[in-house]
């Protein structure tokens, strides 16, 4: 047990309750430094125990801090048991907004946090709580008129265009129904003026939400966020490996050719609209349009609020300038809309690829067509345009996003304009790629006192203050404490035939290291029960091994012994394959699901127990390093942040390999083989760039193997895994250990 893992017998002290009605449930109660911790369950591990002893420590300094928890260790109920203590037990009730990437984790985190409240509730204590999970308009909406539409940037824009107040202002000129309205966001707001807008308090699941809502003809969508997000609200962003990876892409913007021609169809019919009016009412376009500027202001700071939690494209002030005096007229705005996108149909006629600055794009731009930067922000007036055919209307959007973040951003940014697909067929691309991580999140860090980072793999950590530009009160990686070594990492370097083994670019493709690859596949299918998930770099490097493998005859030898399911880009095909996956590894037959670093499968779906003895990762996955977008990062991270590209791109793979292998162990009851067949696994600047609670269980005798004799340590470990086990090798406190050591934790 490592130092950081033990605590301090002066720091945990006894509170109990008795005779509370509890004495069925054998649970823990402990405290930290006085704060009484309620733990849900009826044990309790020692990095549980100091993930919240460091949780704790940046709270109180009111610090951000990045915490490394070992996969399938209880990092979500840990989490919650100490900020809900904390919220229990000061006056000033602080918030918590806890992020994460899909909806089946935030209802997990749910799950979990009602499971705490009931168990708090009954030892005795009185907690009033109320805990919503906020998710998209397309998963909360029960207006019928609007949750039926397929798309979720199709529900959000005809949501907007039934709640926004300068739709709302308008309604209240017309007779009553002649201005669509949402029913269910009028009755919210006609009973929050009433002060009846009350939810009991309570843990709320999505689905439990949208009933509420339904029972009461209130919006669940903006019911949840009524909440105010205030300063001192704690932000927890959990499985945030891929949290940089997550902010460029949130202000990255790709434009095509298509995009610009549905774009232009979109002009002229707003042109024609323009015109019919003005033959028919000229004052009522020119109210119509000075309603839709101010309400610019508000649409905006509604808009804001959607930034903080999903997409922050704007700086906070930009929805409060002025609108420029070139645009204040309808058919003004029409024109300039449609000179701005005649000026990127010319550029997309370049026959050569073209890199540029924003500073450099908006210079040319003023050149050519005379449109000044200030006036190209009108993302916002866009949004506040009464469209009636929304899907039409996506591309001009888009295009007004695109010249409001050229027209917003100076540095940290590349415009890259690719006219050729695979440099031969025409297919023009322009890329607003941003380049620095920093840029989206600064408005969380500068907002919030307390940011809280957490995953399974974030190592190495120092790599995160760097890229993300901020600093850590706390920054800490655990251990995984064992008696019984539930997983066994294996480095294999070379093939049974001494061939080494690689996905480098130049070997790759070697006959001989793709049959070794096969071998692996299909040596480890003879012998590791129920399922198998292999991963590799990319589905194009999947494609290309799957082929041969069907022309050395290797698939057929594999389907001997297990099913074989392959991943795609397609995500109905992909939960189709996982179902089937999942389906014969219930009935014995056994499964091997082939898919990709960086796909839907190693980023959200656990494989525990019988559904992943074995993961394979083929390969290191690195990142296409040809790619235009990523070089200009690269060159960017080192010029601003000293960062070299060796290292940074080491980084990466490196954390993707752990979150496929990590798929195979959910919890210390669960077993599996973790298997690197690569010859670099084996070097140390490799496997020390992997997390602490990896590392340990990385011995000299499980690296740089060849397949027998990774067969023959594979056998003896699956062998000792099917024996029963003691609960005291699960590296859990029991009672006795407590009174031993002297630690004053107690269970009721």
């Known amino acids: 047990m490592s130092k950081n893992s033990v605590p301090s017998p002066r720091s945990t002290k006894i509170f109990s ?155 209240k000129l017309y007779p009553p129904g002649e201005v669509p309205l949402c029913n269910f966001y009028e009755q919210m707001e006609n009973d929050n003026e009433k002060h009846k807008l009350l939810i009991p308090d309570g843990v709320y699941t999505l689905e439990e939400l949208r009933e509420y809502g339904k029972g009461h003809e209130y919006c669940p969508y903006y019911l949840a966020r009524r909440t105010e997000l205030s300063k001192d609200c704690i932000v927890v962003f959990d499985e945030a490996h891929n949290i940089d990876n997550v902010c460029i892409e949130s202000l990255s913007i790709d434009i095509t050719k298509s995009n610009l021609d549905a774009s232009a169809k979109s002009i002229a019919k707003l042109r024609d609209t323009i015109e019919d009016i003005k033959k028919r009412d000229s004052q009522r376009l020119l109210d119509e349009y000075n309603k839709l500027v101010e309400g610019l202001i508000m649409a905006g700071q509604e808009q804001d609020e959607d930034v903080y939690l999903s997409n922050p494209i704007l700086p906070e002030d930009l929805s409060h300038e002025a609108v420029p005096g070139n645009i204040r007229r309808a058919e003004h705005f029409v024109a300039f809309l449609r000179r701005f996108i005649e000026y990127l149909k010319t550029r997309m006629r370049a026959q050569q690829v073209v890199a540029e600055t924003p500073i450099s794009f908006l210079q040319n731009c003023r050149e050519v067509t005379l449109i000044e930067r200030q006036p190209l922000r009108f ?255 690269l060159e960017f991270l080192r010029e601003n942040y000293r960062i070299r590209e060796s290292d940074f791109l080491t980084f990466d793979a490196m954390r993707h390999a752990a979150q496929c292998v990590g798929r195979v162990l959910r919890g210390k009851t669960d077993y599996g083989l973790m298997i690197f067949a690569d010859k670099r696994f084996a070097r140390a600047d490799k496997r020390n760039k992997l997390p602490r609670w990896l590392n340990q269980f990385i011995t000299d005798n499980c690296t740089n193997l060849s397949t027998d004799m990774a067969l023959v340590t594979a056998k003896k470990f699956l062998r000792t895994m099917a024996q029963p086990f003691e609960r005291d090798q699960l590296g859990v406190w029991s009672v006795d250990d407590d009174i031993q050591n002297g630690y004053n934790l107690i269970m009721i």
């Open 379 to 633: 993302d916002n007036y866009v949004r506040t345009l009464e469209l009636s055919d929304l899907n039409d209307y996506y591309a001009l959007h888009k295009v007004a996003a695109f010249a409001t973040l050229v027209a917003t951003y100076e540095t940290g940014f590349m415009l890259i304009l690719e006219p050729f697909e695979n440099d031969t067929i025409p297919n023009p691309i322009f890329h607003h790629a941003c380049l620095d991580a920093s840029i989206a999140i600064k408005p969380v860090f500068k907002r919030f006192k307390t940011v809280v980072i957490t995953s399974g793999t974030l190592s190495p950590l120092d790599m995160y203050p760097k890229i993300l530009n901020f600093q850590a009160a706390v920054q800490e990686s655990y251990s995984m404490t064992l008696t019984r070594n539930c997983f066994l990492p294996l480095a294999i370097t070379r093939g049974s035939d001494q061939v080494a083994i690689s996905s480098k670019f130049e070997v790759r493709n070697d006959p001989a290291v793709v049959r070794n690859f096969g071998q692996i596949l299909v040596e480890f299918a003879k012998i590791v029960p129920d399922g198998i998930v292999a991963f590799f770099p990319s589905y194009l490097y999947m494609e290309s091994i799957v082929a041969m493998w069907n022309d050395m005859g290797i698939l057929n030898q594999a389907w001997k012994h297990k099913l074989i399911f392959v991943e795609t880009p397609d995500a109905a095909e992909t939960s189709l394959a996982l179902e089937n996956y999942r389906k014969a590894c219930d009935n014995g037959r056994g499964a091997i699901l082939l898919s990709v670093a960086r796909g839907k499968v190693s980023e959200g779906i656990d494989f525990d127990h019988n559904y992943g003895r074995a993961v394979i990762m083929f390969g290191v996955p690195y990142q296409y390093t040809e790619s235009r977008i990523l070089k200009a990062r």
């Open 17 to 171: 309750r008795i005779g509370i009605g509890c004495s069925f449930d054998l649970n823990i109660q402990f405290a930290i430094n006085d704060l009484p911790i309620y733990f849900p369950y009826d044990k309790i591990y020692p990095e549980q125990y100091s993930y919240m002893v460091d949780l704790k420590k940046a709270i109180d300094a009111g610090g951000h801090c990045l915490l490394e928890m070992p996969s399938g260790t209880g990092k979500t109920v840990s989490l919650l048991s100490l900020i809900v203590a904390i919220q229990m037990t000061y006056k000033e009730k602080r918030k918590l907004i806890y992020c994460s990437r899909t909806v089946p984790e935030i209802e997990k985190a749910l799950a979990e946090l009602r499971n705490l409240i009931e168990y708090r509730k009954r030892c005795g204590e009185k907690d009033e709580y109320l805990g919503l999970g906020l998710t998209s308009r397309k998963n909360l909406c029960i207006n019928p008129s609007v949750n039926q539409e397929k798309w979720g940037k199709v529900v959000d824009a005809r949501c907007r265009n039934l709640t926004a107040s300068w739709v709302r202002e308008k309604a």
